[in-house]
């Protein structure tokens, strides 16, 4: 199958699963074609049946702001035509789905009937989607999609609680590469960053406020007093000067690194004993799951698809957003010597559900369905 996939080409989990689920399709033996703006940062090594078209958008005095939904959506009509493309693959609704829309109405036009499978990954209807400005869009382009899917149960129930949704919605999780994402021996790196055998918490985000990152710091605060600890937080954004603020305030500095955007997460988190996601709100927890898939357990909050990731006294611990106290109490429970040993294996057994080989023939699946469905309706 010859396949469009449209993302967002950066570090945020939309578009580290769609590159990912890209690049195993084409090991797979499909035609994977990214339709983006720049090349996706996990688009990382060549395949005979990957490509990659760039979308140009061209800057008038007219435009204050350069039109990317249109010029997204006659590059897709371009590559479907011209690469012959059996289906596009959306991730993320907004603008991504609108587009995809567009450029199956100029394709129908000219009697190409293009099926397109839209994938919701949470802040795309948590939060864009709930805007009134974009509202109509997001539920238009849903519906108007062939195919929907949402990488949780939890973000396929809010989906039909914000929209009025006429489509079905497939729950198809997100996945880990555990050829990538697996223990591997470090023990030099982890004597560097704990020379006194301290334990090793880590925290991946983009550094949102929804991110809840100041909870990562004042729980680190409170394990400290009670047992030798080091914080390691991963990534970079708008809240990361704000935090380190907070790290000087409550004097941690000696005991918290900032590392900002690191591509090799994987090696940091070989050597990690616990992982924080006290988000807001996740769809999934993404992070959460490679970090399990290291043999690292996860304190995370109790909000969203976490519970459908993380089991509570068995792979680490759900806490109710924002109690700190909660936090502090499981994680010490966790970093205790009788207690982390089995907590990391359960977190590994439980990562080996999400095996990208498991996941990718789910979507492979799903886009036969709607091929087959499309093409059935297109000549009937």
Same mark, same amino acid.
């Given at each position: 199958?010859?396949?469009?996939?449209?993302?967002?080409?950066?570090?945020?989990?939309?578009?580290?699963?769609?590159?990912?689920?890209?690049?195993?399709?084409?090991?797979?033996?499909?035609? &994977?074609?990214?339709?983006?703006?720049?090349?996706?940062?996990?688009?990382?090594?060549?395949?005979?049946?990957?490509?990659?078209?760039?979308?140009?958008?061209?800057?008038?005095?007219?435009?204050?702001?350069?039109?990317?939904?249109?010029?997204?959506?006659?590059?897709?009509?371009? &590559?479907?035509?011209?690469?012959?493309?059996?289906?596009?693959?959306?991730?993320?609704?907004?603008?991504?789905?609108?587009?995809?829309?567009?450029?199956?109405?100029?394709?129908?036009?000219?009697?190409?009937? +293009?099926?397109?499978?839209?994938?919701?990954?949470?802040?795309?209807?948590?939060?864009?989607?709930?805007?009134?400005?974009?509202?109509?869009?997001?539920?238009?382009? +849903?519906?108007?999609?062939?195919?929907?899917?949402?990488?949780?149960?939890?973000?396929?129930?809010?989906?039909?609680?914000?929209?009025?949704?006429?489509?079905?919605?497939? &729950?198809?999780?997100?996945?880990?590469?555990?050829?990538?994402?697996?223990?591997?021996?470090?023990?030099?790196?982890?004597?560097?960053?704990?020379?006194?055998?301290?334990?090793?918490?880590?925290?991946?985000?983009?550094?949102?406020?929804?991110?809840?990152?100041?909870?990562?710091?004042?729980?680190?605060?409170?394990?400290?007093?009670?047992?030798?600890?080091?914080?390691? #937080?991963?990534?970079?954004?708008?809240?990361?000067?704000?935090?380190?603020?907070?790290?000087?305030?409550?004097?941690?500095?000696?005991?918290?690194?900032?590392?900002?955007?690191?591509?090799? +997460?994987?090696?940091?988190?070989?050597?990690?004993?616990?992982?924080?996601?006290?988000?807001?709100?996740?769809?999934?927890?993404?992070?959460?799951?490679?970090?399990?898939?290291?043999?690292?357990?996860? +304190?995370?909050?109790?909000?969203?698809? #976490?519970?459908?990731?993380?089991?509570?006294?068995?792979?680490?611990?759900?806490?109710?957003?924002?109690?700190?106290?909660?936090?502090?109490?499981?994680?010490?429970?966790?970093?205790?010597?009788?207690?982390?040993?089995?907590?990391?294996?359960?977190?590994?057994?439980?990562?080996?559900?999400?095996?990208?080989?498991?996941?990718?023939?789910?979507?492979?699946?799903?886009?036969?369905?709607?091929?087959?469905?499309?093409?059935?309706?297109?000549?009937?």
């Amino acid at each position: 199958m010859k396949i469009g996939m449209v993302c967002y080409p950066t570090f945020g989990g939309s578009g580290v699963v769609a590159t990912e689920l890209g690049k195993e399709l084409a090991l797979n033996g499909h035609q &994977v074609h990214f339709i983006t703006y720049t090349q996706p940062i996990r688009l990382d090594f060549f395949n005979e049946n990957l490509f990659y078209h760039e979308v140009n958008i061209s800057s008038y005095p007219l435009f204050q702001y350069p039109p990317y939904e249109s010029a997204l959506a006659g590059k897709m009509v371009d &590559v479907v035509k011209y690469e012959k493309l059996d289906l596009l693959h959306v991730h993320y609704a907004i603008p991504h789905a609108t587009s995809a829309f567009l450029a199956k109405e100029i394709l129908r036009a000219e009697g190409i009937h +293009i099926p397109v499978v839209t994938t919701l990954h949470g802040t795309d209807i948590t939060v864009v989607g709930k805007d009134n400005t974009y509202r109509p869009m997001v539920a238009f382009s +849903i519906n108007k999609s062939d195919g929907v899917t949402a990488v949780s149960n939890d973000l396929r129930k809010e989906t039909f609680e914000t929209f009025k949704i006429e489509n079905e919605i497939k &729950v198809i999780p997100n996945f880990v590469d555990l050829t990538r994402f697996h223990k591997q021996k470090k023990d030099h790196f982890k004597r560097i960053i704990c020379p006194n055998d301290e334990r090793l918490i880590v925290h991946v985000s983009n550094f949102r406020r929804v991110k809840r990152i100041g909870d990562v710091i004042e729980s680190f605060g409170k394990i400290k007093e009670m047992i030798p600890a080091k914080l390691l #937080l991963i990534g970079d954004g708008p809240e990361r000067v704000k935090m380190e603020k907070l790290c000087r305030d409550l004097g941690l500095c000696d005991d918290i690194r900032f590392i900002g955007k690191l591509d090799a +997460i994987e090696e940091v988190l070989s050597v990690a004993d616990l992982f924080f996601m006290p988000s807001e709100k996740e769809s999934f927890g993404l992070a959460a799951l490679e970090a399990m898939a290291c043999e690292v357990p996860v +304190i995370s909050s109790n909000s969203g698809g #976490l519970p459908e990731l993380n089991i509570h006294g068995e792979t680490g611990f759900l806490s109710n957003v924002g109690d700190v106290d909660d936090m502090v109490k499981n994680a010490l429970h966790i970093l205790s010597e009788e207690n982390l040993s089995n907590f990391k294996a359960n977190a590994k057994k439980r990562a080996d559900q999400f095996d990208i080989k498991k996941i990718v023939p789910l979507y492979e699946e799903y886009y036969k369905e709607v091929v087959e469905s499309v093409q059935a309706m297109a000549y009937s």
